[in-house]
């Protein structure tokens, strides 16, 4: 049997996607997931605004800042709100990227990078740079698994 990588398209492998780390990796860290906790159907709007006027408190001296995707059929965008409001930054991500959400309504942040991330879409070019290893993985594997299921099609007798 022929090795599973043998007529991979080396064109679709691009080495300096390997150099890029996440960002949770690359730098020191920290979330508070708290809020994660809190399961969107059984909490009101109330107690989700409660909850993060609380975190506001908590963390007073830091700054705050907003993150959200959205994804639409194979186009991806996610979106960074920083502290000045006026400013916000959104790009588009390459099509092959990933993006989880959890989404939290009623806190303004939060709605506004929602309605960036959506606007995004529209966004013809990407941002190649922002591609993760992690991400470019799953692409690789994807590819090597329907090359596997081609060549396992056509052979006899299996």
């Not at 599973?4 to 890029?20: G, H, M, V």
């Not at 989880?100 to 309504?105: D, V």
């Not at 941002?127 to 993760?132: A, E, L, P, S």
């Amino acid at each position: 049997m022929w090795p599973l990588f043998y007529n991979i398209d080396p064109k679709i492998i691009d080495d300096r996607y390997e150099k890029i780390p996440a960002p949770w990796e690359e730098h020191n860290i920290t979330f508070d997931l708290s809020l994660t906790s809190l399961k969107e159907e059984d909490t009101s709007e109330m107690v989700f605004r409660q909850e993060f006027a609380q975190l506001r408190e908590k963390y007073d001296a830091y700054n705050e800042a907003f993150t959200d995707g959205s994804k639409s059929e194979k186009v991806e965008a996610a979106f960074f709100y920083p502290k000045d409001p006026d400013k916000p930054e959104q790009t588009r991500l390459n099509d092959d990227s990933t993006v989880f959400n959890a989404e939290h309504e009623g806190i303004p942040g939060n709605e506004k990078v929602d309605e960036l991330a959506k606007l995004a879409l529209n966004q013809e070019n990407h941002d190649d740079k922002q591609v993760i290893w992690s991400d470019l993985k799953l692409k690789v594997n994807t590819h090597l698994e329907q090359v596997w299921q081609t060549d396992w099609d056509t052979e006899v007798d299996n």
